[in-house]
């Protein structure tokens, strides 16, 4: 357990519907990511916070996608009107930035997502 | 593009041999490199990282080596046992950005 924590771990949902998805960090960790991730391929980078501040978003995030980190804490990432490309793996992970260093990040078990 | 790549999908070794799994990456303005273990059902779980100021780092049984003349990075793992069958990824910091961009992917698969 890395302590990052995400829920639910497995979403079901119909096409057309919006869901959510929660993270909750390491509680001193500064900087809080999203990456999605398709059977057989390496996590895909979505977006990232540095404390409530939302600093970058891939060109992979549609306007459908939105994700929040309203306190600096906990995050939540939105789907509106899913489709069925949108089934994925979604990872949260989350590092601490201090002195302008690169930090590992350390993941959640993810939000397994199947849109039917 | 982006691309940081694997050259074997797949490594069968035998319980106790050593493991080597490779990556390339392309860009050479990357400047840190993680290798994560990936189980089934789980995230990626962090094994060893390296900056590009080293060409060689020393965990419990893992070793990276970088290359940055060819930009090449290689995982070896001494003594490989059944739990260390996952899914391997190598990871690089993207033109020094603060995300890390990840390769496909290799299956270490242990067999006793």
């Known amino acids: ?116 | 593009g982006e691309s940081v790549g694997l050259h074997l999908p797949t490594l069968s070794v035998q319980e106790g041999d050593n493991s080597i799994i490779n990556c390339a990456y392309s860009n050479s303005a990357s400047d840190y490199f993680i290798w994560y273990k990936q189980e089934s059902g789980k995230g990626p779980q962090f094994i060893i990282d390296i900056r590009s100021n080293m060409d060689k780092r020393q965990g419990q049984r893992v070793t990276v080596l970088l290359n940055k003349t060819v930009k090449h990075l290689s995982l070896q793992i001494a003594a490989t046992q059944p739990g260390d069958s996952a899914v391997y990824f190598c990871a690089e910091n993207w033109e020094n950005t603060d995300k890390l961009i990840f390769g496909t992917g290799t299956r270490l698969q242990v067999f006793p």
């Open chain 1, 1 to 116: 357990d890395t302590g990052v924590s995400q829920d639910p771990r497995h979403k079901i949902t119909k096409r057309g519907q919006n869901v959510t998805f929660r993270c909750d960090p390491i509680s001193e960790h500064n900087r809080l990511y999203w990456y999605r991730q398709t059977l057989g391929q390496g996590p895909e980078f979505l977006t990232y916070f540095q404390n409530e501040a939302q600093l970058e978003k891939s060109r992979l995030l549609s306007d459908r996608f939105s994700a929040e980190r309203p306190k600096g804490s906990f995050s939540t990432l939105e789907i509106q009107r899913t489709e069925q490309g949108d089934s994925a793996m979604y990872l949260c992970a989350s590092s601490f930035l201090g002195g302008g260093t690169n930090e590992k990040l350390f993941f959640g078990s993810g939000t397994q997502l199947s849109v039917l």
